[in-house]
């Protein structure tokens, strides 16, 4: 289920949230939690929320990661090639397209923080050339990654998320515009 739609200076982002109990995710007790809303931690949502973000060293992943922290929440973010940023919270490297690796960073986050509130789904890989001129490599690429891994991450981390207060998935994907310039 698509929550919002909205487009940035990177182009479209489209937004989904799941939800763990089959209510509509446009119930106000699906909304995003209060403090990605409001901009801090909320009476109504004391504890620090624990999030994993993959895709974590890019533009938009390390932004993210820093606004989690900036917000006193405990982060854990992903890399693949990247070199993790000295930004403070908890670096893994994953490739998300290693099914054991995987289950094995959630795993281990949810361990070190005894829990897990938010995953944002980051990762991705784009190819902005004409179908004709993508290769099936390529192709196959992009879906390993924006596609199964966004879908074996979220599988193992419904485990967790299911015991929080007010749970959610966070799906980013590539720009929707495959516009070269954004």
Known sequence: ????????????????????????????SHRA???????????SRPH?????????????????????????????ATFLRSAPPATGGEFVSLDVRDEAAIKDSVEKTAAHFGGLDIIVNNA?????????????KRFDLMHQINTRGTFVVSK???????????????????PLDMKEKW
């Open 124 to 136: 991705s890989a784009i190819s902005l050339t004409p179908v004709i001129e993508t290769d099936a």
């Open 48 to 76: 620090r929320m624990h999030l994993l973000i993959t895709g974590g060293t890019g533009l938009l992943g390390g932004a993210l990661v820093r606004l989690g922290l900036a917000r006193g929440h405990d982060v854990t």
């Open 156 to 174: 193992y981390a419904l485990v967790h998320l299911a015991k929080a207060a007010n749970p959610h998935i966070l799906m980013i994907s590539p």
């Open 1 to 28: 289920t698509f929550g919002s739609f909205s487009k940035s200076r990177w182009g479209a982002v489209a937004v989904a949230w799941w939800t763990t109990d089959g209510t509509s995710p446009t119930d106000a």
């Open 33 to 43: 939690p209060s403090c990605v809303r409001s901009g801090s931690v909320t009476p």
